[in-house]
């Protein structure tokens, strides 16, 4: 492929140097009709029992996203105070928001509990902990199904190496920890991991979850976590993960279940990744064009403070170079290495790739896939503010969802 933003006609018309000269650079761009049309998919993944898709905001947490997730009839899983927060300011009532922390104090939990919201809890302690604050209460557990999936180790959330989850061994506690404080386990949760893209794993994961849940008696919903992935080489033409291949595969196992439970309980899934990856291109201005010891090198505005995944997990994101608002041809490309404007050896966008001859200094870079622990990851590192992020609105309209930071507002907490 050529270019992936002239072939969905991403930008919708509009001119990307006309959007940074309002806007600057870096910034954040995303495609509501993306956004919606991923977010309708994972909506229908389970139709023929009761279902919901639960977006998990840790992936993107801005308050225009989430109020489109709430239009789409998407519920979703919140991990602090403070998603709980924007949840509710985005308009979620307390039922459609599932807390789903690790290691947290007291004060987290009984927000949590003061506001009505259903909570899974990670392990032995915290369900103490969550029995000591509410006795009588009713809440989840998250089990460890030791069978772990993803692109790196460091998002691998399940399996013998991993802080998650209750083990399978330590199950007989839960219930012991639940009698104790007469709590109702209502639910059990899992996440296997994030960037899969063959679903074997999963629905192996499937199938363990739905052997353990027969040890619970009347769950109200089951919850098999998220993951799904996306293509992030579309620039070599990578397939899209088979939803409707994966969507086969999962019903006979649900059917046997169902069968053997004897009811129905909700099933429940955590998106985050497949719901907004694709939605969001990051622009950025190239700056600096240079050989050392015989290797190019691109240097960019995106520093690791504005995409950190690259540098935390060697994740790709496919790149385009764009001038007067057009992709250059990659018809002839050579070895580049793109980095960005932070002091660390680490801050490289994409090492050794292939991409066009002749970028130039005033050139746009265009980095693909960033709306999933893009923004939602920035720091203030070097002490550079955030950028801004803008939506494409289905009718082609910009609009500003978050503005860029100020250097004003990194004194404001001194």
């Known amino acids: 492929m050529n270019s992936y933003v002239e072939a969905v006609n991403y930008f919708k018309g509009n001119n990307p140097e006309d959007i940074v000269k309002q806007y600057g650079t870096p910034v954040y761009m995303y495609s509501e009709e993306k956004l919606r049309k991923q977010m309708k998919a994972v909506a229908q993944v389970i139709t023929k029992y009761p279902y919901t898709a639960n977006y998990s905001v840790k992936a993107n947490t801005n308050l225009e996203i989430l109020k489109i997730a709430l239009s ?9 105070v ?3 927060t924007l949840l509710l300011k985005a308009g979620f009532p307390k039922e459609r928001i599932f807390f789903v922390p690790n290691n947290v104090g007291v004060e987290e939990l009984q927000f949590a509990i003061d506001n009505g919201i259903m909570t899974s809890l990670d392990s032995l302690s915290q ?6 604050l509410n006795p009588g209460g009713k809440c989840a557990v998250r089990i460890n199904p ?9 998002v691998v959330t399940a399996g013998k190496k991993t802080k998650f989850g209750i083990a399978e061994e330590d199950i007989d506690k839960i219930f012991e920890i639940a009698k104790k404080y007469n709590l109702t386990i209502a639910g059990i949760n899992q996440h296997i991991g994030s960037l899969f893209m063959q679903p074997d794993p999963y629905l192996q994961a499937v199938s363990n979850l739905l052997r353990i849940a027969h040890r619970f008696e009347n769950l109200e919903f089951i919850d098999f976590g998220g993951g799904y992935g996306i293509p992030y ?4 033409d990578e397939a899209e993960y088979d939803m409707e291949d994966f969507k086969k595969r999962l019903e006979p196992i649900l059917d046997e279940f169902v069968e053997s439970y004897g009811s129905t309980p909700l099933f429940k899934s955590e998106p985050g990744r497949y719901c907004v990856a694709e939605s969001s291109v990051i622009l950025g201005r190239v700056h600096a064009v240079k050989q050392n010891s015989g290797k190019k090198y ?11 995944r690259p ?6 994101h496919d790149i385009e170079i764009l001038r007067d608002g057009k992709p250059l041809s990659r018809e002839n490309l050579e070895e580049i290495s793109v980095c960005g404007n932070i002091c660390e050896s680490g801050d490289l966008l994409a090492k050794d790739r292939q991409l066009p001859v002749g ?19 920035c720091s203030t590192y070097n002490s550079r503010p955030r950028p801004a992020e803008v939506l494409i609105t289905e009718s082609g309209e910009v609009k500003l969802i978050r503005r860029r930071e100020t250097i004003e507002d990194l004194m404001k907490l001194f």
């Open 72 to 80: 789409e009839g998407i519920n979703c899983d919140a991990m602090s």
């Open 82 to 84: 403070g998603e709980m």
């Open 127 to 132: 369900l103490e902990t969550y029995g000591e």
């Open 146 to 154: 030791g069978v772990g999936a993803g692109h790196h180790e460091k």
């Open 233 to 236: 080489h579309k620039l070599d």
């Open 298 to 308: 691109v240097g960019t505005d995106i520093g690791m403070n504005v995409l950190v």
């Open 311 to 316: 540098s935390m997990y060697d994740s790709w």
């Open 359 to 377: 970028i130039e200094k005033g050139d746009l870079a265009c980095v693909l896939d960033t709306g999933a622990y893009g923004y939602s990851m």
